[in-house]
T-cell receptor, first 115, second 111 residues
């Protein structure tokens, strides 16, 4: 199957700093990428849909100024958690689809810990 | 809005079959997926089914789809200890153009 690479897999940062997470589709082009957040022992919650060359579409309740998404190319989307706080600590997962109405492939996730 | 529901926990004996159920509300769903998540890891796509199919088999995995009742199930034959994980049902909502996840079913396999 197609490969989606997410980096870093783990990151610890201090409160108030910003953290960037990268999501790359390695062997296909993805016009759309999705960013999810997973709290411990809970399901994935869609945060935003990232569209190449246009602004991301954020789900209700997700602060777009706090979670900056940039989909600069057909193989790369980034999520920047700005001014991170301990409550932002979570598992963030991206996914990408090679095209409309195809299966979604997921990155391995990034565990963010804000101290 | 769209909703996907699963039972939260399932315990089976090694060698038995496991059946994990999922219901959804969006009738415009096109793709329906099953993902596996092991502790601390990302999601692994196990299998998926198109909405115009009612069954798909892939080795030990069988997916059944009842589109009328909006019910999806995943059967794992000859369940092994390595199958212990959380299994997520996910539905691609054509109307909303996004993938909606259930809460996940934790499968525990005991000797």
């Amino acid at each position: 199957g197609a490969v989606v690479s997410q980096h870093p897999s783990r990151v610890i940062c201090k409160s108030g700093t910003s953290v960037k997470i990268e999501c790359r589709s390695l062997d296909f082009q993805a016009t759309t990428m999705f960013w999810y957040r997973q709290f411990p022992k809970q399901s994935l919650m869609l945060m935003a849909t990232s569209n190449e060359g246009s602004k991301a579409t954020y789900e209700q309740g997700v602060e777009k100024d706090k979670f900056l998404i940039n989909h600069a190319s057909l193989t790369l989307s980034t999520l920047t958690v700005t001014s991170a706080h301990p409550e932002d600590s979570s598992f963030y997962i991206c996914s990408a689809r090679p095209g409309m109405n195809t299966e979604a492939f997921f990155g391995q996730g990034t565990r963010l810990t804000v101290v | 809005g769209e909703d996907v529901e699963q039972s939260l926990f399932l315990s089976v004996r090694e060698g038995d079959s496991s059946v994990i159920n999922c219901t959804y509300t969006d009738s415009s769903s096109t793709y329906l997926y099953w993902y596996k998540q092991e502790p601390g890891a990302g999601l692994q796509l196990l299998t998926y089914i198109f909405s115009n199919m009612d069954m798909k088999q892939d080795q030990r995995l069988t997916v059944l789809l009842n589109k009328k009742d909006k019910h999806l199930s995943l059967r794992i034959a000859d369940t092994q200890t390595g199958d212990s994980a959380i299994y997520f049902c996910a539905v691609f909502s054509g109307g909303y153009n996004k993938l909606i996840f259930g809460a996940g079913t934790r499968l525990a396999v005991h000797p």
